[in-house]
C-alpha cells in the first residue's frame, strides 16, 4: 500500500481538518454573528479541504490503477506460454508470475465531504454546478473502488477452484520455480479459467470517468475559492 493509505496519514489528514470544523458548525449552525464576510471564509476553507482530499484521493487512483495494469499484463503474459512456461523470458516471468496470487484494500478518504454534506455547507454553495459535481465526484470515486473490491473478490473465488492438490504439493516443496508453478496451475481447466477470468474481468476496466472528474472538481473549487 502507498503512504498516503496508511493509517497514521489518514489520521494526520483528518486532525488537519478538525481545525476548521468547530468554526464551520458554528457559522452553519444558525447560532452565529459572524459577519457575511467570515461564513464566506469558511465556506472557502472547507471547500479547500475537500480539494486537498480530492488530490490525496488522486494518489489513491493512482495506486489502484497501477495494479490493475499489472494485473492484466500478468495475465496476458501468463496465459501467451502456459503451452511451455520455459520459453517465457525469465526476467518477466519472475516478475510478473506472484500479481495473479496478490490480494489487495483500496479506499479513499472522504471525511471532508462527509464534513460537507454533514453540517450543511453544501446549500451556501451559490454555485449549485459545483455543488453537484462533487457529489458526481465522490460517487465516481466509490464506485471506482467497489469496482476494485468485486475484481479481487472475483479473483479469489477463481484463484481458490485453481489451488488444487498438485498445485499445493508443489508449494510445499524446499524450492519453488515461477515455471514449475505456473505449469501445474495451468495444467487444469480450472487454472487456465482463472487467468482468463482476470481478463475477462478487466475487459471493463475504465478509470478515465473519476480521473476526469476529480480533476474537474479541483478546478472547479479553486475558481470559486479565488
Known sequence: MPEILNKENRTSFFLNFLA??????ITFGGESLLSHKEEKRNLNSCLELVSSELQANLK???????????????AIFLVRYEEDYTKAPSDSLSKLANT?????????????????????????IKDKELALQVFRT???LQTTMLYYQL??????????????ENVKKVLARDTVTAIDLWSEITATDEGKQFLREILRFLASYNVSS??????????????YVN
Open 60 to 74: 489513491c487512483l493512482d495506486y489502484g490503477d497501477s495494479l490493475m495494469r499489472n494485473e492484466l499484463v500478468s
Open 138 to 140: 465522490y460517487d465516481d
Open 210 to 223: 473519476a480521473y476526469e472528474n476529480v480533476h474537474n472538481t479541483i478546478e472547479g473549487i479553486a475558481d
Open 20 to 25: 476548521v470544523v468547530l468554526g464551520i458548525v
Open 151 to 164: 475484481f479481487y473478490e472475483h479473483k479469489k473465488q477463481y484463484l481458490a477452484a485453481a489451488m488444487n
Open 100 to 124: 495473479p496470487f496478490t490480494i489487495n484494500e483500496m479506499s479513499i478518504y472522504d471525511d471532508a465531504f462527509e464534513l460537507l454534506k454533514n453540517t450543511g455547507v453544501l446549500t451556501k
